[in-house]
């Protein structure tokens, strides 16, 4: 098993910027990939970007990228999701979530509000 919890949540106004954090425990050398969601009141999850554990690669939606960056410090077990240019759309609970070999963890997620 993997244990996640994320921080850095909260509100902001638009235009401005949140660094979420989520901290991986446990298993961690058996991460594959690291991902973060995210959730808006009545809406399904959503994907918003991804970083593999090993080589760094990163994806990200369409609605986050620009915008957004996905980091990693593996001596830290730490993803970061750097947001800038906040939009009211971007209010959701986020979710770190890790993947590895034959199954999934996630954190308890963060709430980011962006006012306008």
């Known amino acids: 098993q993997v244990q996640l919890v994320e921080s850095g949540g909260g509100l902001v106004q638009v235009g401005g910027s949140l660094r979420l954090s989520c901290a991986a425990s446990g298993r961690t050398s058996t991460i594959v990939v690291m991902n973060w969601f995210r959730q808006a009141p009545g809406k399904e999850r959503e994907f918003v970007a991804l970083i593999s554990w090993s080589g760094g690669s990163t994806r990200y939606s369409d609605s986050v990228k620009g915008r957004f960056t996905i980091s990693r410090d593996n001596a830290k077990n730490t993803v970061f999701l750097q947001m800038n240019s906040l939009k009211p759309e971007d209010t959701a609970v986020y979710f770190c979530?890790?993947?590895?070999?034959?199954?999934?963890?996630w954190g308890q997620g963060t709430q980011v509000t962006v006012s306008s």
């Open positions: 979530n890790a993947v590895r070999v034959g199954s999934s963890n």
